[in-house]
Nanobody, 125 residues
Framework: QEQLVESGGGLVRPGGSLRLSCAAS????????IGWFRQAPGKEREGVSC????????DFADSVKGRFTISRDNAKNTVYLQMNNLKPEDTAVYYC??????????????????WGQGTQVTVSS
């Protein structure tokens, strides 16, 4: 069964850090574009960061540039989202998703065919 599992969420104070993991089973991540998305209560799901399958090029939403980084560890079949200097507005459920058909990543939800179940990130003092 092909699936993605996110982990690493939790409660953190403003200015703190978290590292989210997106682990794949049933398929290998190294050739696929992987995106991180988030959804806050009452808001639409939005793209946060992504890494391309062809050359691991990366992209970030303006709201997280300079604070978040994305990376992949092919040996562990895992993609990470390192989140630093977290703000209350980063509070959301974070999802990772795989696009197995395109070489370069995007923030278009419809381009992603496999989704994880999400992990809660809460930034609060």
């Amino acid at each position: 069964q092909e699936q993605l599992v996110e982990s690493g969420g939790g409660l953190v104070r403003p200015g703190g850090s978290l590292r989210l993991s997106c682990a794949a089973s049933g398929f290998t991540l190294d050739r696929y574009s992987i995106g991180w998305f988030r959804q806050a209560p009452g808001k639409e799901r939005e793209g946060v960061s992504c890494i391309g399958g062809y050359d691991s090029s990366t992209d970030f939403a303006d709201s997280v540039k300079g604070r978040f980084t994305i990376s992949r560890d092919n040996a562990k079949n895992t993609v990470y989202l390192q989140m630093n200097n977290l703000k209350p507005e980063d509070t959301a459920v974070y999802y990772c998703a795989a696009d197995r058909f395109r070489d370069f990543c995007s923030f278009y939800l419809y381009e992603y065919d496999t989704w994880g179940q999400g992990t809660q990130v809460t930034v609060s003092s």
